[in-house]
């Protein structure tokens, strides 16, 4: 699915499929995602702010240079999920530090200091 450029303001995005869906440059502002399925798809360049992804496969999503804030991640999988160059709040950096499925390369561009 083509998403990209579209401005979703408090969507409902529970348990829906948005695997390898283009949504760079997307605007998600009080978005609720719990449970739903991202996996590969490319948020390069999105803002994403008061998204709850709570239990949310966010395996190999590209957030390359995304805006993230105010973010639940709680059990969300995040295997493989590129964060390279994305502005992220301080309180987001711990939350995702805190996911054992953030490692590697990925722990680094978040700025996880272990």
Do not use: H
């Not at 973010?71 to 709040?89: H, K, Q, Y």
């Amino acid at each position: 699915a083509d998403l990209s450029e579209k401005s979703p303001p408090a969507a409902l995005m529970s348990d829906a499929d948005f695997s390898k869906a283009n949504m760079t440059e997307v605007v998600m502002t009080k978005a609720y995602a719990v449970g739903a399925n991202f996996e590969g798809a490319n948020l390069q360049n999105a803002v994403l702010d008061r998204v709850e992804f709570k239990k949310a496969n966010l395996k190999g999503v590209n957030f390359i240079n995304a805006v993230i804030s105010g973010i639940s991640w709680d059990d969300a999988d995040l295997t493989g999920a590129v964060f390279e160059d994305a502005l992220i709040s301080v309180q987001d950096v711990k939350n995702l530090c805190n996911n054992p499925t953030l490692q590697g390369d990925s722990r680094v561009d978040v700025g996880c200091r272990n």
